[in-house]
């Protein structure tokens, strides 16, 4: 029975089945959608630094063919032989992928696979949907990675570019355009005894299993689909469709606000339109008598309404307009009164906004730094700009795109004992891979600091996240006591960004020889700055003398250019 596989599910190979020699099917389909499907063959970086394991329709085999195109079978749109123990030792990686040939989005297409066949019998699936991407235009499927022994994982993560894009993210080179070479009877392209015989291409379907080339039935190879699976008929010929319009683009379409008011219907020449649910239809009345005004006499005709925005007439001559408050000081109707006239004020009608230009302003910052500020609360990090991991405090990840894992950063023994004895211990995660990561923490302000091999202190409390090439250590303040026991601090050093946080926005001084701070709300300083404690606590004559609550605070002295930060608010 084949094991059923959701997003992000790992498994050994070998806990899957004992053969080596397998068949990966792929079935991805949508109305109107043409797909490339492809297996990237990488290094242990991740990377294509062999292009001749780039298996896709134009190179159906790596040299020693370990991974070989099989083209569409068994119901699969394509399917592929991998014979693990022949994959030489450099390639570390199998990622098979999914991209679109032309226009249109992942989103669109409807239930597909990726499935595992050994010895005939299904060991492994993947199943996915349409609904759980967007607006991307291909998707990794799944892999084949070596850790000590080949494993699976169940990707399914979108990608936004198309077959160009994902060559480019392995490291690969996009060719230029070359002549179109003359095309090559199908004997002539050395296809592998073991796959399908040749036949007539049977029709792009636009959804579902593609239906099988009418040849006569062949046994399935040991590695191949199960026996059994089911062949579709051959297509009968049928005429040529009419040329469909191409399906609309959901995801970038403008969102269109519906006006309060229903849209006019046109009627006969003559007729007046129907008035609105809840107002009475203008014209004669229908019992032969022409309508009155409010309050006024038998034959006297209503008066009109005046144009949107001006005041209408009093009635009467006097008093407030007609669906307008009473002048300052005047009494209003009563509760519950009904509007003079017996109608409600009219509602100004009109469209506003689309929504989509309401959440603009809220748009993700698109700009190409390795630290990016979203707002003062919220910063995202690209891991994919150099590859260097990110150290967070734990739970602080909000959202994250693309393929990140969130691994636990312990401090080691003599790390845990000195952070529970200075009071400045960390509670870390590491984040890696390929993707963006959006932290923030209680609403606190986030400023992304750049070292560029100098030195700062910071409190270990806040510290929200940075770059693990960064050195950081435990560092003393002297002096004798400090409120809370705060003798320690954290200092970091080297190259590359620290994001700290704080409450509310700080302030920026320099560092003179009277400058002072309270130990509780001071963020950080320059490493090169000497800190001293002050107090300010004396002698007196009386038995209880009076306190400030300022009797501790911290001296900074300092050659010019040495500076501190300090927030409104303490901890």
Known sequence: MAREFQRGHKAKIGDLTAGTDLYVGVQIAGPGLTFDISCFGLDADERLSDDRYFIFFNQPKSPEESIQLLGAQAGDSESFRVTLDKIPSHIQKLSFTAALDGAGQVSQIGPGYLRIVAGGEEVARYSFTGSEFSTERAVMLGDFYLKDVWRFAAVGQGFDGGLDALLKNFGGEVAEEAEAAPEQPAAAQGVPGFAPPPGAAAPAPSFGAPAAAPVPPQPAPDFGPPQGAPQAPPAAPQPAPAPQPTAPQVHNAPTIAAPMAPPAVPGPPGQQPPAPYGQPAPGPDPYGQPQTAPGGFPGQQAPQAPPYGQPAPPPGGHGAPQGQPAPYGQPGPPPGAPYPGGQAPAVPQGGGPGLGAVLDKYKEAPTGQRWAPQNSRLIRVDLGVDGQPVLARQGSMVLYQGKVDFGYKGAGFRGRIVGNATGQEMQLMRCTGQGQVFFAENSAHVHPIELQGDAICVSAESVLAFDESLQHEVRRIEGHGIPGGALFTMQFQGTGTLV????????????????????????????????????????????????????????????????IVVQPYEV
């Not at 302030?507 to 701070?517: E, H, I, K, S, W």
């Not at 300083?525 to 300010?536: K, L, P, T, Y």
């Open 500 to 563: 700290v946080k704080t409450q509310g926005t700080p302030v920026v001084l320099p560092v003179t020889p009277t400058t002072f701070a309270d130990a509780n709300a001071i963020v950080a300083w320059s490493a090169a700055s000497q800190v001293i404690i002050s107090s300010q606590v004396s002698l007196r004559r009386h038995a209880f003398p009076g306190h400030s609550g300022e009797t501790v605070n911290l001296q900074f002295r300092g050659a010019p250019g040495n500076f």
